[in-house]
């Protein structure tokens, strides 16, 4: 809900002809910041931060800021609902709106986690968002480490660096097949907080036989039901 109430944002903005460098100039909010608020990545800074800054963005929009605050609150709650017409999303670019972790992704062992993540980035077609990298990169406890090579790097380790991978373009959907793997209790705990921070906004599915990924989830489809 919050990546749709972002995208009316967006629409306004771009329906007025109103540039993100013109909001950065009146606002003196970087423009990194407001491509993460249309991108619908509420996460960079604390809430406190966030509505401060949507408050500037939305007066230079001309909108009635008390008004967008709520939808902005009722996206947060899921309950938010937008007035534009669907917009399909053309096959070649579901790509982007798709997270996936699995412990059998292989990741470039040559390269250092940040030239592994330019590149994905670089094939999706999409922009490498530094902000969002770093913030992904402190999340998951190896910021330090960003630009050391990934055959250095643990089981458990690379596994948080596929974390960041399906994360770093703010997807709508995150699959998740057996998240924790090679995880220990600390890699765990980041993990878990990022699908309670994730399935508020957008629609996460897991495959584990973990107990504890488990009771993440807020429905459970147990398949040797479906089984003949």
């Not at 993100?20 to 406190?48: C, M, V």
Request: glycine share 4%; aromatic share 10%.
């Amino acid at each position: 809900m919050v990546k749709i109430f972002a995208e009316d944002l967006k629409a306004i903005r771009e329906e007025k002809n109103i540039s993100l460098k013109s909001i950065s100039q009146q606002t003196r909010i970087n423009l990194s910041a407001l491509e993460n608020l249309e991108n619908g990545d509420y996460s960079f800074q604390p809430q406190a931060y966030i509505r401060a800054f949507l408050k500037q963005y939305i007066a230079c929009l001309d909108l009635d800021v008390e008004e967008v605050l709520f939808d902005y609150d009722l996206a947060r709650s899921g309950k938010y609902k937008s007035n534009r017409p669907e917009k399909e999303i053309a096959e070649e670019h579901i790509h982007n709106h798709i997270g996936f972790v699995s412990p059998y992704l292989v990741l470039y062992e040559e390269f250092t986690t940040y030239e592994n993540l330019k590149l994905f980035a670089d094939i999706r077609g999409v922009k490498f968002n530094q902000e969002r990298v770093d913030y992904l990169l402190n999340k998951f406890l190896i910021f330090k480490r960003k630009d050391d090579l990934l055959k250095t790097y643990s089981s458990g380790m690379k596994q948080r660096v596929k974390f960041i991978f399906a994360l770093m373009h703010s997807p709508q959907l995150l699959i998740l097949d057996e998240p924790t793997s090679n995880l220990d209790d600390e890699g765990k705990k980041s993990v878990y907080e990022i699908v309670k921070e994730e399935g508020q906004k957008n629609i996460v599915l897991i495959a584990s036989n973990e107990k504890n990924d488990l009771e993440l989830c807020s429905e459970i489809v147990l398949l040797e039901k479906f089984k003949n």
